[in-house]
């Protein structure tokens, strides 16, 4: 029985980046990452396979940064784990001994077994799989009519690219009063939400599906709440994901109430050497400090890179405190991004905040051909300023701007230290030094603020 240093189970992105930063860190250190097909997906890619990117080989990832390191690949289901004799099974029945395990096992979509007609032939997911979304494009490819029952991120973005087809009719079907609703607040939740029907897709929203109908056990359309038919060759539930601990769960491993690792900051479980990195584990929220359910990709290589550093005795002394939840899109040419606080989970938390925002262009002058509206809403604690969330749509410069608001959050800048924030502007490249939108909404809250005290 071979025995390895480190065994990984899992080559998403949380594994793959686990294993070159440890491996990295420790060259000498006998690494093994167990995977379950030959290739893997970019998880964020999964909705451009359907159009732009037409196919699922330009959105292939793998263990290569890993393997190029020394790192061994095994392709090979896990289907057991002994954590008192260090020792895991694979599908084949050959065993490994470890002396560090990682669980980077991921999450699997929510089947919605309380809708009658779920299991019915033509119900299908969203999944991380790459023979699984191979064969979901052919199916497709072959509908004109599909039905998405969920307007979150993948719902929504899979939609989009579908609709991009003329021949096709497609539909969402959203049980809240907008797409979107979890990330974003109502006002960037209705921007999102009209933008997706601009692109030619039936959206439903405050509407669920009652009933998946069927002839021959082969869909044929749903039933929703408001008494609506919709006919359908394909139904794409994509209502949410769940942690992938059906082996850590049979392990023994203590789990949290979403069904995720119980965790500590350095991802450590409470059985030594054991960790879990990714959608697998649990995370709790950096503002709040509750248990949240995020799963990002950006979230799982954060952590999985301090555990890299530190599975071998902690060598940077830093660890993951919390999530942020950074989110972004585009939706039919609008970007638009999120992180932290809004009204929506400020409500929810009893967070007190206050918010302004600012819109301009993200060129100058704005007479170039590329120009696009920027809006920054940035919202912070009114006891001391500190930057607590933000979003931002319009150009594409949304997706960088909202992780400088992430890294805000996490080092606790406040609006007084973002007005004398130095920023390096070019008129091909940014808004104008004059208005930077960031500095423009800080200056808004810090306007409050001062109001409020006099």
């Not at 060259?27 to 997906?41: A, N, T, V």
């Not at 006919?231 to 769960?249: F, H, Q």
């Not at 008129?427 to 808004?444: D, Q």
């Amino acid at each position: 029985m071979k025995i390895y240093d480190v065994i990984i189970i899992g080559a998403g992105p949380s594994g793959i980046v686990v294993g070159a930063t440890a491996k990295k860190q420790n060259p000498d250190k006998s690494m093994l990452m167990i995977m379950e097909e030959q290739k893997g997906l970019v998880p964020c890619g999964i909705p451009y396979i359907f159009h732009k990117l037409d196919g699922v080989d330009k959105n292939v990832m793998g263990p290569k940064p890993f393997a190029d390191l020394g790192g061994e690949i095994l392709i090979d289901p896990v289907i057991d784990v002994n954590l008192s004799q260090k020792e895991v099974t694979v599908k084949s029945g050959t065993k490994y001994n470890y002396d560090k395990l990682i669980f980077a096992t991921g999450s699997t979509p929510v089947i919605p077994t309380f809708i009658k007609g779920y299991d019915l032939k033509g119900v299908e997911y969203v999944k991380k799989s790459y023979s699984y979304i191979n064969e979901l494009k052919r199916k497709t490819d072959k509908a004109k009519n599909i039905v998405i029952v969920g307007g979150g991120f993948i719902g929504a973005e899979v939609a989009e690219q579908l609709a991009l087809h003329p021949e096709k009719s497609i539909t969402i079907v959203e049980s809240k009063p907008f797409c979107f609703n979890k990330a974003f607040s109502e006002e960037l939740s209705k921007i999102a939400t009209q933008k997706l029907r601009e692109t030619r897709i039936n959206v439903f929203t405050s509407t669920t599906v009652n009933e998946v109908v069927g002839e021959n056990g082969k869909v044929t359309g749903v039933l929703l709440s408001n008494d609506k038919f919709i006919k359908a060759d394909l139904v794409i539930m994509s209502i949410g994901y769940v942690p992938n601990t059906e082996i850590a769960k049979k392990a023994g491993l203590e789990l949290n109430i979403e069904g995720a690792i119980k965790v500590d900051n350095f991802e450590r479980t409470s059985v030594k050497d054991v960790c879990a990195i990714g959608d697998c584990s649990q995370t709790l929220g950096f503002i709040t400090g509750k248990l949240d359910h995020i799963m990002l990709a950006s979230t799982a290589t954060a952590e999985a890179r301090v555990l890299g550093y530190n599975l071998f005795g902690i060598k940077i002394n830093r660890c993951c405190s919390g999530t942020i939840a950074i989110f972004s899109t585009e939706i039919n040419g609008l970007s638009m991004a999120a992180t932290g606080v809004n009204e929506n989970n400020a409500r929810e938390f009893n967070i007190d905040v206050v918010s302004a925002e600012f819109s301009d262009f993200d060129r100058h002058p704005t007479s170039f051909s590329d120009t696009s509206s920027l809006t920054v809403k940035l919202y912070a604690s009114p006891s001391d300023g500190s930057v607590l969330g933000g979003e931002v749509w319009g150009g594409k410069s949304a997706g960088e701007i909202i992780n400088l608001i992430g890294l805000a959050i996490q080092k606790k800048v406040t609006v007084y230290e973002l007005i004398s924030y130095q920023i390096g502007t070019h008129p091909l490249l940014t808004s104008a030094p004059t208005k930077y939108v960031l500095i423009k909404a800080a200056e808004g809250i810090i306007t409050k603020l001062q109001h409020s005290s006099n």
